[in-house]
Nanobody
Framework: QVQLVESGGGLVQAGGSLRLSCAASGRSFSTYAMGWFRQAPGKEREFVATISWNGAKTYVGDSVKGRFTISRDNTKYMAYLQMNSLKPEDTALYYC?????????????????????WGQGTQVTVSS
């Protein structure tokens, strides 16, 4: 089992950057794929980015491609989401999630239904 705590959200102007962090506690962090998802008011939770258990594979959603980067440090039990060139439509509550898998395909890793563990979320607000 793993517990997740997100941090790094805030208010930023359009074009700015933020780095979200996800601190994990528990056991065997390196056996979990990590994902970032977001949910805006009145909308469904959507996939943002995912990284495989060893960091070898990363995928980002089409709406953030070229602007967001996901990474992890298994020695520190941390996952990160670097967000650049932020837009007002990126405004949402951002969640970190974990699933115990060695799978490395996007089709598997992007599905939110497969993630058993979720943080409480961190708010990102981008002003125009």
């Amino acid at each position: 089992q793993v517990q997740l705590v997100e941090s790094g959200g805030g208010l930023v102007q359009a074009g700015g950057s933020l780095r979200l962090s996800c601190a994990a506690s528990g056991r065997s962090f390196s056996t979990y794929a990590m994902g970032w998802f977001r949910q805006a008011p009145g909308k469904e939770r959507e996939f943002v980015a995912t990284i495989s258990w060893n960091g070898a594979k990363t995928y980002v959603g089409d709406s953030v491609k070229g602007r967001f980067t996901i990474s992890r440090d298994n020695t520190k039990y941390m996952a990160y989401l670097q967000m650049n060139s932020l837009k007002p439509e990126d405004t949402a509550l951002y969640y970190c999630a974990a699933r115990r898998t060695y799978a490395e395909t996007m089709e598997i890793l992007r599905g939110k239904e497969g993630y058993a563990y979720w943080g409480q979320g961190t708010q990102v607000t981008v002003s125009s």
